[in-house]
């Protein structure tokens, strides 16, 4: 197979050669460098690739260009490869034209000139870029194949288990595909239990679960250690910016993950508000940066692990998992977030995981190809998945309870989802009921004058509202009547410590009312629903396990 190219424009000979040298030393080996001269000439070469069959991965591009300015370039270019990676080259004088490129064209970055030395401020943007890249290409042929029916639950669980742990799958549809067939044919099984998993090797499991899946892909979910100094409970932004902190200031750290990393945040298809992505990040790539930055810093990732319940025994604290096993730890910093609350109408259950879901990835997105979605709930993450739906399905309709999507949606998305054609916003409209034999076919809405109006739809899609992940916390920790859990000065609002609090200091503003257990993010009482936040109370956290720690 060719190599995919890098491709760089410059109208300056010696920036062009610089900026050539540079790359060669570093990226020959796994790209074709390919220079050019002009926007014209970078153009020509883009579509000879094209002629090729070659992939491109990247565009190095001067804004300040004659004829032709590197902005104007990638406006064309991305018509033509809408996946290749795109960087400005700048001077300080244009960097109001790479600012205005973001929007203008998506751009990913823009370097500087001069960028030396490359190791600081050339390779390291790069390799970012190329890796995000290579993650979001479609699985390689020989990769993991499913073979399985669109409409079945257990099918939907691979997928979403597979999605959400970031591993690339083709996924072969038993009535459709004839692939398929042509697989089922080959195992010669009279009445094979779909799905079946197709791995590399040869090997095949029929309907696994998520710790034979896991097992497969390289997860971990046996502790290597029987005691730490920290054991954090969910692996999404809080509790991966835990495990950053943690591991890289010397504790010995085990991040305990149900599901898959990245929690609700890996789930968004580009989270637009957190700070130094100016283009914005997939949560699928800040999930795969943040889990290979704790791995990488020492933290021990065990997915996927459910815990039961905590223990504390004077000051000791047991880490007890659903699997009946335990680990000893000195702390506990509880980050397991929340999950989106289930709509109690005829039909929901019977149809969950056959066309009605709670949440959606990116992978299930694209299964909609021309058909009808409905999308349920008037926040930012109805918001996200409406603009992700519409990049695959006929039309999506977004369900909003109240009159309007402006009071709990944020202005950028509001203004992307109206100017988004395929999107049909439905205000004042509830679910009334969900029907179809097999699978979703047609959902019942209830308008605000009264009236009911049934639509047909193949997927329906469920962001109203949460409900927090704390019922290992039963009897533990102290929490809020709806869940939440409650963290220093909530405890300590009337002047009082928790009943049964042993020390003779006040609880630390992220610890619970048990010594020694802290929460950060979404699950708190009270909490800032962002990943920033997440991520700052799991930094935060650290500092005050660090204290308790000196002094317990
Ligand atoms: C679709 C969507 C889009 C969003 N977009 C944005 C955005 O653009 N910008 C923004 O700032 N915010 C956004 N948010 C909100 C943001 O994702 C959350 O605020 C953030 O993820 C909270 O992080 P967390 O770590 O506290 O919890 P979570 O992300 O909920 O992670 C908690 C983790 O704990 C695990 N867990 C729970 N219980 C257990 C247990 N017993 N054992 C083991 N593991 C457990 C869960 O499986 C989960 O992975 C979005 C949310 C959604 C759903």
């Known amino acids: 197979m060719t190599k995919p190219a890098i491709l760089v424009i410059d109208d300056d000979p010696h920036v062009r050669s610089a900026v050539t040298d540079d790359l060669r030393a570093i990226y020959a080996r796994d790209y074709r460098i390919v220079v050019t001269d002009s926007g014209a ?9 094209q002629r090729r069959g070659d992939d491109i991965a990247l565009f190095l591009v001067d804004e300040r260009m004659p004829e032709m300015t590197g902005t104007q370039f990638l406006l064309q270019a991305r018509e033509l490869v809408p996946d290749a990676k795109k960087v400005l080259l700048t001077a300080y004088a244009d960097t109001d034209a790479a600012i205005r490129s973001i929007n203008e064209v998506g751009l990913d970055h823009y370097l500087l000139k001069p960028w030396y030395p490359p190791e600081d401020s050339l390779y390291p943007v790069l390799d970012d870029l190329l890796e995000d890249w290579h993650a979001s290409r479609p699985a390689a042929f020989d990769g993991i194949r499913i073979v399985g029916a669109r409409w079945s639950a257990a099918t ?7 999605a959400r742990n970031l591993v690339p799958y083709r996924f072969l549809d038993v009535e459709r595909d004839a692939d398929a067939r042509r697989l089922l044919a080959a195992r010669g099984e009279a009445e094979p239990i779909l799905p079946l998993v197709f791995f590399s090797d040869g090997s095949v499991l029929s309907q696994p679960n998520a710790h034979e899946l896991a097992g497969r892909i390289g997860l971990r979910s046996r502790a290597s250690a029987p005691f730490y100094d920290l054991v954090i409970v969910g692996a999404g932004p809080a509790g991966l910016a835990g495990a950053v902190y943690g591991a890289s200031e010397g504790l010995r750290v085990a991040v305990l993950e ?30 795969r940066r943040a889990t290979a930055q704790a791995a990488r810093l020492g933290a021990e990732i065990l997915s996927p692990v459910e815990v039961a319940t905590l223990r504390v025994e004077g000051g000791g ?7 009946g096993a335990e680990l000893g730890c000195h702390t506990v910093l509880v980050a397991s977030g929340m999950k989106v609350r289930h709509l109690g109408v005829p039909g929901y259950e ?7 879901f709670y949440g959606a990835t990116l992978a299930e997105a694209a299964s909609y190809k021309g058909e009808r979605v409905i999308v349920v709930g008037g926040a930012n993450s109805a918001g996200q998945a409406a603009m992700m739906f519409s990049r695959f399905a006929a039309e999506v309709l977004l369900l909003v309870r109240g009159p309007s999507i402006h009071h709990r949606m944020s202005r950028y998305l509001v203004d992307q989802v109206e100017a988004t054609a395929v999107i ?3 205000t004042s409209t509830q679910v009334q009921g969900v029907g179809g034999d097999e699978h979703l076919e047609r959902v019942e809405l209830r308008h605000g004058d009264g009236t009911t109006s049934t639509v047909e739809a193949t997927g329906l899609f469920v962001f109203v509202g949460a409900v927090p992940h704390t019922d290992f916390l039963t009897g533990v920790v102290a929490v809020n009547p709806h869940g939440f859990v409650l963290t220093g000065p909530d405890i300590t609002g009337d002047g009082s410590r928790p009943p049964g609090w042993p020390l003779q200091r006040d609880p630390y503003l992220l610890e619970c009312s048990v010594p020694g257990i802290f929460a950060a993010g979404d699950v708190r009482h009270g909490a800032v629903r962002r990943v920033a936040s997440a991520v700052g109370q799991g930094a935060i956290a650290i500092s005050l396990v660090h204290q308790h720690l000196a002094t317990a």
């Open 424 to 426: 049909r916003v439905l």
């Open 41 to 49: 000439s970078g153009l020509a070469a883009v579509a000879e690739l």
């Open 156 to 162: 939907h669980d691979v997928k979403d288990f597979l």
């Open 317 to 323: 604290r047991t880490v007890v998992l659903s699997d």
């Open 350 to 356: 019977r149809l969950h995981g056959a066309g009605v």
């Open 258 to 287: 149900m599901q898959a990393t990245g929690g609700q945040a890996g789930t968004s298809s580009r989270i637009e508000n957190y700070l130094g992505f100016p283009n914005g990040i997939s949560g699928t790539d800040l999930t």
